[in-house]
């Protein structure tokens, strides 16, 4: 297969149980993921844990627990969180094992080979939360504290041997490569954010801390360790099994379709990692898309302030397939979004139980009362069919390039849109007056069957399993679903057997008081 697609999430600190803002990031990367499959692309779908420095030290040994035993247990409810949220990954990395450690060390040595290397000392601001040194106007003095402007976490003040990357020699081709490859860096806000910050100057960058010992061994002195974003970035080829890279995973697979990782990462992705790809002379990945915040109230979820969205508390409460279309639908993708109660239950009552439940159920009930619980076999398409059916073929190049600029927004405004159309065409046509008529009523069903059938392949990405359970009404499987089949107006099998399905999504009671 030559289509290929490389995505990744972030990999995830396992200092605290998993939250909302990584079940987005998640979400939103298996929804590119089942996408590309559908549309014939042999796809890898990376996420997995980062378990080194600081930050991982210090939480472990608040729990007086060794920092290996702490990140088995917290990676653990990651792993289980990618079931719970149905992902497709097909590779789970935690930075702890032998094949990551491997590429580091690697990586660390090509750089020192082309002497992009130095041994020097390093003293300035940390902020061990977000693993960042910060330059003395990013950072305000709040309350007596010292806090990062932009993530408003507490820094503290360094002073030690360390290890430097030359970043500041590759300032200049960072700049050509962002200006030869202008959709690197999306959305297009952030690509400015990004020029700006490298064109005020990049300082050379330290690679390496002396002063704890949870991380990887600088290759040759192992009294520093790997500073914990240059080995977390190289999570993305070392689960390629890179230095190999005659290996089929590296050669199909490198470089990656996209990193989709949150705004707040966005300079280590688009600036450092970059850089140190430049510096070792690998390809560099195709896309960095920095999506926005999960807020709650008006500020960014975090274990520091308190206001964590449980996802699971969720799914147990609406199920899986709610907050999957919740997450795609009502946070604009690019931006920020709030998790609100109200809206996620508006969207389960009218866009999924109303629009889409009730269209399955209405034309599988009709079909089964009126065409003897079979796909009609005697029809003949009229004009006003055919327009409603062409719609598809018509868009499916635009739904193709906009999902590879990830422009999710218009693809969930192409499917809503299309389930109102799909609702008024069958309330206009109304089949239940045509019973003279056969060959029109088995037209009209056959036609919103066929639609039913179209926008749950589309909906597959969104809603797995409930497009699976609508896809019941005609037998249809996962290995069934592809996208290219959209265009087919005649893909339903004339005479074959429809089955009664239960509801696919329950009303929610609102209490109006
Ligand atoms: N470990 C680093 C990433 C290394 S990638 C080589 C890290 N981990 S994190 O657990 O703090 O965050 C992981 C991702 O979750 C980031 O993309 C971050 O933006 C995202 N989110 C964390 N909180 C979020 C929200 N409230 N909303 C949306 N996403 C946010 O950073």
Not at 105 to 127: A, C, F
Not at 154 to 172: A, D, H, N, Q
Not at 274 to 282: E, M, N, R, S, Y
């Amino acid at each position: 297969m030559d289509k290929k697609f490389y995505i990744t999430t972030p990999i995830y600190y396992p200092s605290a149980k998993p939250h909302m803002g990584h079940a987005y990031s998640s979400i939103i990367a298996d929804f590119f993921a089942r996408f590309k499959r559908m549309d014939g692309f042999d796809v890898q779908f990376l996420t997995g844990t980062d378990e080194h420095g600081l930050k991982i030290q210090r939480s472990a040994e608040k729990q007086n627990i060794d920092p290996l035993e702490f990140c088995n247990q917290i990676s653990q409810t990651f792993r289980d969180l990618s079931k719970t949220l149905n992902l497709t990954n097909t590779d789970f990395i935690r930075t702890t094992e032998d094949r990551h450690k491997k590429t580091v060390q690697h990586l660390w040595k090509e750089l020192e080979k082309n002497d992009d290397i130095y041994l020097s000392k390093y003293s300035g601001w940390y902020s061990v939360s977000d693993e960042a040194f910060y330059n003395e106007d990013e950072i305000e003095d709040v309350d007596g504290l010292k806090r990062s402007i932009s993530s408003r976490s507490t820094v503290e003040w360094i002073e030690e041997e360390s290890y430097f990357f030359r970043l500041s020699k590759w300032e200049k081709p960072l700049l050509d490569y962002y200006e030869t490859h202008p959709n690197f860096i999306s959305p297009e806000t952030r690509k400015n954010e990004v020029i700006s910050f490298v064109k005020s100057g990049l300082k050379d960058l330290s690679i390496s801390r002396k002063s704890f010992s949870w991380g990887i061994n600088v290759p040759g002195n192992n009294d520093h360790v790997i500073y914990v974003w240059l080995d977390a970035l190289t999570n993305y080829i070392s689960a390629l099994n890179y230095p190999d890279t005659n290996n089929v995973l590296f050669k199909n697979f490198w470089p990656a379709s996209v990193h989709l990782i949150g705004k707040d990462i966005l300079r280590f992705h688009a600036v450092y990692w970059p850089a140190f790809l430049l510096a070792a002379k690998i390809d560099l990945p195709l896309k960095v898309y920095g999506h926005g915040w999960i807020l709650s109230g008006d500020e960014k979820m975090s274990k520091s302030k308190g206001n964590i969205l449980d996802p699971i508390e969720i799914i147990n409460e609406y199920g899986l397939d709610p907050l999957r279309y919740y997450l795609i639908k009502e946070v604009s993708f690019g931006n920020d979004g709030n998790i609100s109660q109200e809206r996620l239950e508006d969207c389960i009552n009218s866009d999924l139980a109303n629009n889409f439940g009730n269209l399955c159920q209405r034309v599988t009930a009709f079909a089964i009362k009126n065409c003897n619980s079979e796909v009609p076999n005697d029809i003949k398409f009229e004009k006003e069919d055919l327009i409603i059916l062409d719609k598809y073929k018509n868009n499916l190049k635009i739904i193709r390039d906009k999902i590879d600029n990830q422009d999710i927004n218009f693809y969930i405004d192409f499917i809503i849109n299309s389930l109102f159309e799909a609702n008024k065409y069958f309330n206009d046509q109304e089949p239940w007056k045509k019973k003279e008529d056969p060959i029109r009523l088995n037209t009209i069903v056959y036609t919103t069957l066929e639609i039913v059938r179209k926008i749950s392949f589309l909906l597959f990405p969104i809603i797995p399993q409930s497009s699976l359970r609508a896809l019941k009404i005609f037998d249809l499987k996962e290995d069934n679903i592809n996208l290219s089949s959209v265009e087919n107006n005649e893909y339903l099998l004339k005479g074959s057997k429809i089955n009664k399905i239960d509801i696919l999504f329950k009303k929610i009671e609102k209490n109006n008081d």
